[in-house]
Structures are given as structure tokens and as C-alpha cells.
């Protein structure tokens, strides 16, 4: 059973598949505290940690979370 758990996972990077199999996407009420776990520290600086993911895309200017990490995120 892990085996194929671990194949379906996959290049999803830590994310899952919903029912329908669309890979889910981070919620807006994400904080950058949780990110920062998954990403490093240095995600997001200068940023608090309770800032939330939409309210960053929104200030950046990036339409997702995966935007935001190709162009700020080092």
C-alpha cells in the first residue's frame, strides 16, 4: 500500500489529488507561518507570519502561489 501511495504522490510536491483528481490548490487563508514550514524560512521575508497567502498574492501582484514562487522566491 505505501508503495503505490508514494507513486501517486509523485511530482505533486507535497500536494494532493482531490476526488475528482484535480491536485489541490493552497487556500487563501494559508499563512505564510505554514508556508515558510514547507518552503524555508526564507519565504516570504520581511513578511509576518500571520500574513495570509491572499493577501500576499494581492500586494505581489501574482495570481497563484506557484506565480509567486517563480518570481519571488529564491
Known amino acids: 500500500m505505501a508503495k503505490a501511495r508514494a ?3 509523485k511530482g505533486l510536491d507535497g500536494r494532493h489529488r482531490d476526488k475528482t483528481g484535480r491536485i489541490e490548490r ?6 505564510v507561518a505554514a508556508l515558510r514550514k514547507q518552503y524555508g524560512e526564507s519565504f516570504a ?3 509576518r507570519k500571520d500574513t ?3 493577501t500576499l498574492l494581492k500586494e505581489t501582484g501574482s495570481s497563484s502561489l506557484h506565480e509567486y514562487l517563480r518570481h519571488h522566491h529564491r
Not at 493552497?26 to 499563512?31: D, F, P
Open 52 to 54: 495570509m497567502l491572499k
Open 26 to 31: 493552497k487556500h487563501g487563508n494559508t499563512t
Open 45 to 47: 521575508e520581511g513578511r
Open 7 to 9: 507513486k501517486a504522490r
